[in-house]
């Protein structure tokens, strides 16, 4: 079975509890700028001419909180507007308001555009703060993501190589901003068609983490979660399995058994079980976490028809206790 599979498989819930490719990301809980600009001011927008920056701030935050990111942005556009004309188009709270703005717009599913938006905005902190400034790295890092979640990942993947070695050396080598920006290298590495070093980026950083984040840190089983997936896709599922068959153990110890991300690790090891030539096995593991994920999930949930498909694929292969032995 193929990629489609696993994107079912891996974005089971919401988006920030599951996927494993956005747990890394940077975000505005990370020291993003304050958004409050001129409190005691009304908005010069003609679009909100009775209410503060503040007021306008505070809708945006709301917003953004309940996931509501295209009102967020729009919101966000106005503070931008409002803090360009009142404090300046280089003032630190204009272009935080810009970063706000371009983060919605790219979460509200329109990645190009966040990407341009990003664009733009890193060439104003190159040209107002500098390559290594702590709010550029991050601009960087966003202009990256957007990059690749708008396909482009041969290029999100060349300017996240520079970013982390600029992160490295700014922030340190085993600060979360660096890890992070090495682990979306990492996963956008493989997005462009080269498994087998996504494969050892992914290594390296799995051994990093686990020195610095513990074993059994969020990241650091995500990062496991892709390393294993990476090496299947590069050609050695018997591998994948046996890294895989201990990443369910340890998430069944520390997230439980019927937490999503344990469950997704369950999908993946019967899937390189069966890719391994134990399709026996890989069925025995498959209609096992079928009956866990319809008791848990529900019978109507996209991960039940993914499994499905999959135990339906190895009826009938060498390896399947019931295929035809001639």
């Not at 995500?222 to 068959?245: E, W």
């Not at 019978?299 to 339906?312: D, E, K, N, T, Y």
């Given at each position: 079975?193929?990629?489609?599979?696993?994107?079912?498989?891996?974005?089971?819930?919401?988006?920030?509890?599951?996927?494993?490719?956005?747990?890394?990301?940077?975000?505005?809980?990370?020291?993003?700028?304050?958004?409050?600009?001129?409190?005691?001011?009304?908005?010069?927008?003609?679009?909100?001419?009775?209410?503060?920056?503040?007021?306008?701030?505070?809708?945006?935050?709301?917003?953004?909180?309940?996931?509501?990111?295209?009102?967020?942005?729009?919101?966000?556009?106005?503070?931008?507007?409002?803090?360009?004309?009142?404090?300046?188009?280089?003032?630190?709270?204009?272009?935080?308001?810009?970063?706000?703005?371009?983060?919605?717009?790219?979460?509200?599913?329109?990645?190009?555009?966040?990407?341009?938006?990003?664009?733009?905005?890193?060439?104003?902190?190159?040209?107002?703060?500098?390559?290594?400034?702590?709010?550029?790295?991050?601009?960087?890092?966003?202009?990256?993501?957007?990059?690749?979640?708008?396909?482009?990942?041969?290029?999100?993947?060349?300017?996240?190589?520079?970013?982390?070695?600029?992160?490295?050396?700014?922030?340190?080598?085993?600060?979360t901003e660096t890890f992070n920006t090495r682990y979306e290298l990492a996963?956008?590495?493989?997005?462009?068609?080269?498994?087998?070093?996504?494969?050892?980026?992914?290594?390296?950083?799995?051994?990093?983490?686990?020195?610095?984040?513990?074993?059994?840190?969020?990241?650091?089983?995500?990062?496991?979660?892709?390393?294993?997936?990476?090496?299947?896709?590069?050609?050695?599922?018997?591998?994948?399995?046996?890294?895989?068959?201990?990443?369910?153990?340890?998430?069944?110890?520390?997230?439980?058994?019927?937490?999503?991300?344990?469950?997704?690790?369950?999908?993946?090891?019967?899937?390189?079980?069966?890719?391994?030539?134990?399709?026996?096995?890989?069925?025995?593991?498959?209609?096992?976490?079928?009956?866990?994920?319809?008791?848990?999930?529900?019978?109507?949930?996209?991960?039940?028809?993914?499994?499905?498909?999959?135990?339906?694929?190895?009826?009938?292969?060498?390896?399947?206790?019931?295929?035809?032995?001639?």
């Amino acid at each position: 079975m193929g990629d489609d599979i696993d994107a079912t498989l891996a974005r089971v819930t919401a988006v920030n509890d599951t996927d494993g490719d956005t747990v890394h990301r940077i975000t505005t809980e990370l020291g993003g700028p304050a958004l409050v600009l001129v409190p005691d001011n009304t908005s010069t927008s003609p679009d909100a001419p009775n209410k503060t920056a503040r007021e306008l701030g505070d809708e945006a935050r709301a917003a953004q909180r309940k996931g509501e990111f295209r009102e967020a942005a729009r919101l966000y556009a106005q503070l931008a507007a409002a803090s360009s004309g009142y404090l300046g188009p280089d003032h630190s709270e204009t272009l935080g308001n810009r970063y706000e703005h371009a983060y919605c717009v790219g979460e509200a599913g329109e990645p190009a555009v966040a990407r341009g938006l990003y664009e733009t905005l890193v060439q104003d902190r190159l040209r107002v703060r500098d390559r290594d400034h702590v709010d550029t790295l991050r601009a960087r890092y966003q202009l990256a993501y957007y990059t690749g979640e708008g396909g482009d990942f041969a290029t999100a993947r060349d300017l996240l190589a520079a970013l982390g070695s600029d992160c490295a050396r700014v922030l340190g080598p085993d600060h979360t901003e660096t890890f992070n920006t090495r682990y979306e290298l990492a996963r956008c590495t493989g997005k462009a068609g080269e498994p087998a070093k996504a494969r050892d980026l992914y290594d390296v950083l799995v051994h990093d983490e686990t020195r610095v984040l513990g074993p059994d840190h969020m990241n650091t089983l995500i990062s496991r979660g892709q390393h294993a997936r990476y090496t299947g896709r590069a050609g050695d599922p018997a591998k994948a399995r046996d890294l895989l068959r201990v990443l369910v153990q340890d998430r069944t110890r520390v997230l439980g058994p019927q937490h999503p991300r344990t469950l997704s690790s369950r999908a993946q090891y019967a899937r390189y079980t069966g890719e391994a030539g134990d399709t026996a096995a890989a069925q025995e593991l498959g209609r096992a976490l079928l009956v866990d994920v319809e008791r848990v999930q529900g019978a109507g949930h996209p991960m039940v028809l993914s499994i499905r498909r999959r135990l339906a694929a190895w009826v009938g292969q060498p390896g399947d206790a019931g295929a035809d032995p001639g």
